[in-house]
């Protein structure tokens, strides 16, 4: 018994949990980045507000920049953070703020406009707003410079507290999510479990199709389910027919077998003793006739349902066994003839089956029909191959011809056996989609002859 998997359930799970977790690490890194730029972003501008306002109040009088500090311009800024500035003329110079505050100056990029770099005062890392104001002066430096800088805690601070608080509600909502998908899991999974109770709490012999409503998704679950069922009940029902026809038949003969061999043992005379012993023989024969035709009528059943089917020369089969059935001694000659096209004759089919069933048209043929003759020939007829028999002997009354198709059917003429032989023959060629045909030829010739669907190879 293969041992048991991890469940649907676990592995749809995991699966799904992979899938949220990955999301939301995916989803919280881009909250803490979006946090961090947007404080960034805000604490910038607010920085470059007061940069610009410090900058309108820097003008040149008397050859000297000259820098009037509002009060309202560190006002916007946060209380908590230390803020530093300076004003540098165009040659340089400090003229207002703190001397030691002077970071690398972009000269080239003054030009467009408010810029903020990071750097350090103070051992502490600042964000320094930098704006250049053109100052009526000759030389290849008409900038003042006037710098602003603020430490970054306050922005540092924000980005933390707005990345802590999303960052839970993302946790939480995760939570909830993963908690209300493993529920609908388990909801979504309630068919299937369904289905494996309403099979398990079924009677032994119950093999009726699945009837419950069930999602479109395992709708072909189902399906398949009762096509297997199905097909359990069709084998089922053929062994049910087997063991049935087998005790029926078999009964009279058994009894009659026991009966000779009670009789032989209770006779002393010798020419009775005799009788009995050659009549025993002919029940014993009769009864190994009779136990090899039900076996393969019942083998004939089985690979109908159970063998697939392969290309097969259907010529090179029948000459085969008719060369098989001719082989052996015969009590009377015969004129045998055997007519097949140049080429091959191939049909889909199963070797074991078809070669039995020739086997029985031919011994039909031999024991019931032939006189003088017996002829087979293969010819192409629309899209079928026509394997035809023809005997010169007294044939199947067309009364007949319907009847000797079913198994065990009454036949004329005080025939040995269970009359399986031509039972058996229809089944094959049911199961190879083709058909068993009986006629008279133009010399009253009785023929048989069995059609099969040509192979895509010979269309």
């Not at 320094?128 to 430490?151: H, S």
């Not at 939480?172 to 493993?182: D, E, F, S, W």
């Not at 050659?278 to 014993?284: F, G």
Request: glycine share 6%; aromatic share 6%.
């Amino acid at each position: 018994m293969k041992m048991r998997g991890t469940s649907l359930y676990t592995r749809l799970a995991i699966r799904v949990a992979l899938v949220l977790g990955i999301s939301g690490v995916v989803l919280l890194a881009a909250v803490v980045l979006f946090t961090r730029f947007a404080a960034n972003d805000a604490y910038d501008r607010i920085l470059t507000g007061s940069a610009l306002q410090l900058a309108e109040n820097t003008w040149y009088e008397n050859g000297r920049v000259n820098v009037d500090i509002p009060i309202s311009t560190f006002s916007m800024l946060t209380a908590s953070d230390q803020v530093f500035y300076a004003v540098l003329d165009p040659s340089g110079r400090v003229v207002a703020g703190d001397p030691e505050l002077k970071p690398t100056i972009p000269f080239e990029r003054l030009k467009d406009g408010p810029l903020v770099v990071q750097g350090t005062y103070a051992e502490l890392p600042v964000s320094i707003a930098i704006v250049g104001r053109r100052m009526p002066v000759e030389g290849a430096n008409p900038w003042a410079v006037i710098m602003l800088a603020q430490t970054n805690h306050a922005r540092h601070s924000i980005a933390k507290n707005l990345g802590i608080n999303t960052s839970i509600l993302i946790i939480t909502m995760g939570i909830v999510t993963v908690v209300a998908a493993l529920f609908t899991l388990r909801q979504a999974l309630d068919p299937l479990k369904s289905i494996g109770t309403t099979i398990q709490n079924r009677e032994m012999n119950d093999l009726s199709p699945l009837t419950q409503v069930v999602p479109a998704e395992i709708h072909t679950l189902v399906a398949s389910i009762n096509e297997f069922m199905r097909r359990l009940e069709v084998h089922r029902s053929m062994m049910r027919g087997v063991i049935g026809d087998a005790a029926h038949q078999l009964r009279t003969p058994v009894a009659a077998l026991l009966s000779q061999m009670e009789l032989l043992s209770l006779n002393a005379n010798e020419a009775t003793r005799g009788y009995h012993l050659a009549r025993l023989q002919d029940l014993t024969r009769n009864l190994g006739a009779l136990v090899n035709q039900l076996i393969n009528h019942a083998m004939v059943q089985f690979r109908a349902e159970s063998i697939a089917l392969e290309s097969i020369d259907l010529a090179e089969l029948a000459r085969e066994v008719m060369a098989e059935k001719l082989s052996g001694p015969l009590h009377h000659d015969l004129d045998f003839g055997f007519l097949t096209p140049d080429h091959g004759c191939h049909i889909q089919g199963d070797s074991i089956a078809l070669r039995e069933a020739l086997k029985n048209v031919i011994d039909n043929a031999l024991k019931y029909g032939s006189k003088t003759l017996l002829h087979m020939e293969i010819r192409r007829v629309a899209a079928f191959w026509e394997l035809r028999v023809e005997d010169d002997g007294p044939g199947i009354a067309e009364s007949q011809w319907d009847q000797v198709r079913k198994p065990f059917a009454a036949r004329d003429g005080n025939r040995e056996g269970a009359s399986l032989g031509l039972a058996i023959v229809n089944a094959v060629m049911t199961a190879h989609r083709g058909n068993m045909q009986f006629s008279w030829s133009e010399n009253r010739h009785f023929v048989t002859s069995l059609n099969f669907p040509v192979s895509t190879g010979n269309a």
